[in-house]
């Protein structure tokens, strides 16, 4: 399998070797591959003539140190992840001075407000560092279609706004959150997780659950205390946020409309680690 550390050669292999009509599947990553990456890059490989993925831990869109120091890294486990799957993989493994050319700085993007909820509320400059980045993987790769798990839902509204924005040429894909036996949305930070907190940390799922049943019957506000009133009766996981929102806006939810697609959003901390996850509520 070939493996780039170098956006030139990278650039130049797919330049020469794409045929006129082939088109190239992009899976972009920070690594600790699991099951939900390898579902993004199975598609990919199915949809697409050449599939690159990249892994490359992002230090612009981490707003706090001591989680970007700990974010999990094993780039030999991670292709050997990938070897299997086909030989249509190519995996780029850049470095932040590759990358960034000396200058480790994110542009700063206007995302039309959704950059102000949620994710954007609690990691200030998050969206600054996915924009940039992505948009540079996007310009050095020039995918035809770049996949993004809905785990991050805020995250790939944002990458379709930047497509927008930027008249980019991407089709992007958003697939299914993948997630452990006990419910729990498979993401490279549950490597962090002790087997305690990653048994407990079902209970995430479970709210998810029981405010999509609730939804149907109760109002948003009503919903937001009973699970507000969950995480009040325990110490061990810390919520952060919970927001019914609809799926286009990620605005918060007053009054249900029928016409709107709404979603619950939850970001939640164990020990300085933290989980997200979203379920889709009609
Ligand atoms: O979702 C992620 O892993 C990252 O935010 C991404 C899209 C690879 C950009 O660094």
């Given at each position: 399998m070939l493996v780039f550390d170098s956006n030139l050669k990278l650039k130049t292999f797919l330049e020469q070797n794409l045929r006129l009509n082939q088109s190239v599947g992009f899976v972009p990553t920070m690594g600790a591959l699991h099951d939900g990456h390898l579902s993004l890059?199975?598609?990919?490989?199915?949809?697409?003539?050449?599939?690159?993925?990249?892994?490359?831990?992002?230090?612009?869109?981490?707003?706090?140190?001591?989680?970007?120091?700990?974010?999990?890294?094993?780039?030999?486990?991670?292709?050997?992840?990938?070897?299997?799957?086909?030989?249509?993989?190519?995996?780029?493994?850049?470095?932040?001075?590759?990358?960034?050319?000396?200058?480790?700085?994110?542009?700063?993007?206007?995302?039309d407000g959704i950059e102000n909820q949620m994710e954007g509320k609690f990691r200030p400059g998050h969206f600054d560092g996915v924009g940039t980045i992505v948009k540079k993987l996007f310009s050095i790769i020039q995918p035809n279609k770049a996949y993004f798990g809905e785990k991050d839902f805020q995250q790939l509204q944002i990458v379709k706004k930047l497509v927008e924005k930027e008249n980019l040429n991407v089709n992007i894909i958003g697939c299914p959150v993948f997630r452990e036996k006990n419910g729990l949305a498979m993401s490279s930070r549950n490597e962090r997780l002790n087997p305690a907190e990653r048994k407990n940390a079902a209970m995430i799922y479970r709210a998810l659950k029981m405010a999509k049943k609730e939804f149907k019957v109760k109002s948003s506000k009503q919903v937001l205390d009973l699970v507000l009133n969950v995480f009040n009766q325990q110490t061990q996981f810390q919520l952060e946020y919970f927001q019914i929102a609809d799926e286009t806006q990620l605005s918060p939810c007053i009054r249900k409309s029928k016409h709107k697609k709404y979603r619950a959003f939850i970001a939640v901390l164990v020990n300085n680690i933290r989980l997200i996850d979203t379920i889709s509520l009609n």
């Amino acid at each position: 399998m070939l493996v780039f550390d170098s956006n030139l050669k990278l650039k130049t292999f797919l330049e020469q070797n794409l045929r006129l009509n082939q088109s190239v599947g992009f899976v972009p990553t920070m690594g600790a591959l699991h099951d939900g990456h390898l579902s993004l890059v199975k598609k990919a490989i199915v949809e697409n003539d050449l599939v690159v993925i990249s892994i490359f831990v992002n230090p612009t869109q981490f707003n706090n140190k001591e989680d970007l120091i700990k974010y999990p890294k094993d780039i030999q486990k991670d292709i050997q992840k990938i070897e299997s799957l086909s030989s249509k993989v190519i995996v780029f493994t850049p470095s932040a001075d590759e990358i960034y050319q000396g200058k480790i700085e994110s542009q700063h993007f206007n995302f039309d407000g959704i950059e102000n909820q949620m994710e954007g509320k609690f990691r200030p400059g998050h969206f600054d560092g996915v924009g940039t980045i992505v948009k540079k993987l996007f310009s050095i790769i020039q995918p035809n279609k770049a996949y993004f798990g809905e785990k991050d839902f805020q995250q790939l509204q944002i990458v379709k706004k930047l497509v927008e924005k930027e008249n980019l040429n991407v089709n992007i894909i958003g697939c299914p959150v993948f997630r452990e036996k006990n419910g729990l949305a498979m993401s490279s930070r549950n490597e962090r997780l002790n087997p305690a907190e990653r048994k407990n940390a079902a209970m995430i799922y479970r709210a998810l659950k029981m405010a999509k049943k609730e939804f149907k019957v109760k109002s948003s506000k009503q919903v937001l205390d009973l699970v507000l009133n969950v995480f009040n009766q325990q110490t061990q996981f810390q919520l952060e946020y919970f927001q019914i929102a609809d799926e286009t806006q990620l605005s918060p939810c007053i009054r249900k409309s029928k016409h709107k697609k709404y979603r619950a959003f939850i970001a939640v901390l164990v020990n300085n680690i933290r989980l997200i996850d979203t379920i889709s509520l009609n």
